[in-house]
């Protein structure tokens, strides 16, 4: 009978823990779509340099404002300091919500973007302002630093 009794409660313990993990996971995926959704919002916003406001975004102003809107935290102010956060994730692996970075100088991490699925990412173009672009196209293929996991 004794065994019975800790069967049972090794067996609670165990559901109990299944459903902790299945519920943070499920706050995690619920904040990615926050995050992705507050950021489509922006579509066709002007860039503006040190801009951290609708009015006007530079790349990490954007994902800054929609990070902090959206998820309730903040990120650091730049693309460099928000590449020094989060997890390393692989290209092969992204998954929507991670932060995507660029090089488009040659003094290291340089841009920033949101990537949104399906090979795209939103970001603040300093010519088209808050657009979406393809990972593969001809620029920002070659532009690519890596990615990081922040929810």
Known sequence: M???GVLLT??????SNSLVINSAEASSGA???KFVTESKKHVKTPYKY???TPKGFDCSGFVGYSYKKSVGSALPRTASDMYKKGKTVSKSQLKKGDL???STNRKGVSHVGIYVGNNQFIHASSSKGVTVDKMS???WKTKYVGAKRTI
């Open 10 to 15: 090794f067996i609670v313990f165990l559901f």
């Open 31 to 33: 904040k990615v779509d």
């Open 2 to 4: 004794k065994k019975i």
């Open 100 to 102: 995507v970075f660029f």
């Open 50 to 52: 040190g801009g951290t």
């Open 137 to 139: 196209n001809s620029y």
